[in-house]
């Protein structure tokens, strides 16, 4: 399938690894191994690739709700 989809200029690798972050960042490690069928090791990889990181969020977020109450 990549092969004829390549032929046709439609390049699956970066699809591929953008669906794999969205569920490793949604899934533990042993689901996502058993549904895609890749080693556990693999797996947990992939989530602490995809892990996400919330600090710069919440900070940036509290000093907006600061500056409304001024």
Partial sequence: ???K???HGIKVRTAR???LAALAA???S???ADLTGMHRHTAI???L???RDWAEYLAARA???AEKRK
Wanted: proline share 8%; no cysteine; hydrophobic share 40%.
């Fill in 1 to 3: 399938m990549t092969q």
């Fill in 5 to 7: 989809l390549g032929r």
């Fill in 17 to 19: 690894n953008a669906a």
């Fill in 26 to 28: 949604d899934l533990p």
């Fill in 30 to 32: 042993p689901i996502l």
């Fill in 45 to 47: 990889r992939w989530v």
């Fill in 49 to 51: 690739y995809a892990r």
């Fill in 63 to 65: 000093e907006d709700e």
